[in-house]
């Protein structure tokens, strides 16, 4: 979509890892390109692991009016929690020192990622496999932080099940697994009996978790190995586990179509926030 904001920043919130350096990597991706449609009088960045860190980025950020876009997967411990306590906000809009900040939706619960995820699991797939046929397991962390940290995972698996016939994709079962709560995805070929299993990883970057620890609790790998950026190949689809196969993708955040959906997310504060 298009925005023309000349006189706003956008600032994009990421994790960081202090461990992987291709953790950062799809939110400087997507906040290049944003800046190139020349939308905003500036983009920037800011990681809760790395710099420039999320209260160092402020004196970076001429305009006076900024909007914060967490490119985060779910509105849960993060996004509720952390982000706003570091980032001094008290509400949906924070007056301070000047400058009129704008806290957005994450791009995680926005309901354009259904259609990313639809997108990513076809692409994954032969053109000789019947979708229909196969099981959809999208991954995510899971936490006891916060419970709402599995809800944009839970609302995508039910959004997929309903988009099968205005899609034109059917699955044969749209599941929900995790890595550190039940479902466990360790536990994927109890989860189905479809011969055919696709599992897209619902995070924001190819880092720790979907290229290092995901593969292992799968028997990709049969230990942690180096980061995405330090492979020279990384995966070889498919997999085969006896009469069965597995498909396995990089994490959806790495699209390119997110940088419409962080767009989306300041169009949606504009409308639905803005009095």
């Known amino acids: 979509m298009s925005i023309s904001k000349p006189n706003s ?13 291709d953790s950062s990597q799809p939110s400087w991706e997507h906040a290049e390109t944003i800046a190139e ?20 980025i402020w004196p970076m950020i001429e305009e006076e009016e900024i909007y914060v876009v967490p490119n985060f997967i779910s509105e849960g411990y993060f996004t509720r929690q ?40 076809k692409e994954m797939i032969d053109e000789s ?24 995972i839970k609302d995508q698996v039910t959004a997929i099940r309903e988009a099968g016939e205005s899609s034109g994709v059917q699955f044969a079962e749209v599941l929900d697994a995790y890595m550190e709560e039940a479902p466990f995805i360790a536990d994927w070929k109890k989860l189905t ?29 049969s230990e942690i190995t180096e980061a995405a950026s330090q492979r020279e190949v990384f995966r070889q689809n498919p997999y085969h586990f006896g009469a069965r196969t597995l498909y396995y993708s990089s994490a959806i955040g790495t699209d390119p179509a997110l940088s419409e959906v962080i767009l989306d997310q300041v169009a949606y504060f504009d409308e639905h926030y803005r009095s």
Not at 9 to 21: D, F, M, R, V, Y
Not at 89 to 118: A, E, F, Q
Not at 196 to 219: E, K, M, N, R, W
Request: proline share 6%.
């Open 129 to 152: 496999v019947r979708t229909e046929e196969a099981t959809l397991i999208i991954v995510g962390h899971g936490t006891n932080l916060n419970k709402k940290s599995t809800d944009a």
């Open 9 to 21: 920043a956008l600032l994009i919130l990421g994790h960081g890892s202090t461990e992987n350096p």
């Open 37 to 56: 449609s020349g939308g905003f009088g500036s983009v920037h960045c800011a990681f809760w692991k790395e710099e420039p860190s999320f209260r160092q």
């Open 82 to 121: 952390v982000l706003p306590r570091e980032l001094e906000l008290d509400g949906p809009t924070t007056v301070r020192n000047g400058k009129t900040v704008h806290y957005c939706d994450p791009v995680g619960i926005h309901s354009r990622m259904t259609d990313l995820l639809i997108k990513r699991a």
């Open 193 to 221: 009996d479809s011969k055919t299993v696709i599992v897209v990883p619902f995070f924001i970057a190819d880092a720790l978790h979907s290229y290092q620890d995901i593969p292992v609790l799968l028997g990709i790998e």
